[in-house]
Nanobody, 123 residues
Framework: QVQFVESGGGLVPPGGSLRLSCSAS????????IGWFRQAPGKEREGVLC????????VYADSVKGRFTISRDAAKKTVYLQMNSLKPEGTAVYYC????????????????WGLGTQVTVSS
């Protein structure tokens, strides 16, 4: 069964850091792009970062450029989202999902969404 489990969220003060994990089961990462997405209260879900099957990354949210990075450990079947210099507007539920081969900013192109992990940036 294909499944993602997100973890690592929590409460962090502005300027702090968190590393989120997206643990996959039921398939190998080798042929899939994995995206990180977020949904803030009252807003639509948006793409944040994605890593393709070759390990290349794409940033979809301009607001995170230079602060967030994505990486993966194929052996552990886990994709990470390192978030530095967090801002209050980063408060959201963060999700991961997959699509075949390459990244896309079309959220409907992704499948097997996890349940998400809550990130709250507040003092």
């Amino acid at each position: 069964q294909v499944q993602f489990v997100e973890s690592g969220g929590g409460l962090v003060p502005p300027g702090g850091s968190l590393r989120l994990s997206c643990s996959a089961s039921g398939f190998t990462l080798d042929y899939y792009a994995i995206g990180w997405f977020r949904q803030a209260p009252g807003k639509e879900r948006e793409g944040v970062l994605c890593i393709n099957m070759y390990g290349g990354s794409t940033v979809y949210a301009d607001s995170v450029k230079g602060r967030f990075t994505i990486s993966r450990d194929a052996a552990k079947k886990t994709v990470y989202l390192q978030m530095n210099s967090l801002k209050p507007e980063g408060t959201a539920v963060y999700y991961c999902a997959r699509r075949r081969n390459y990244c896309s900013n079309d959220l409907s192109a992704y499948a097997n969404w996890g349940l998400g992990t809550q990130v709250t940036v507040s003092s």
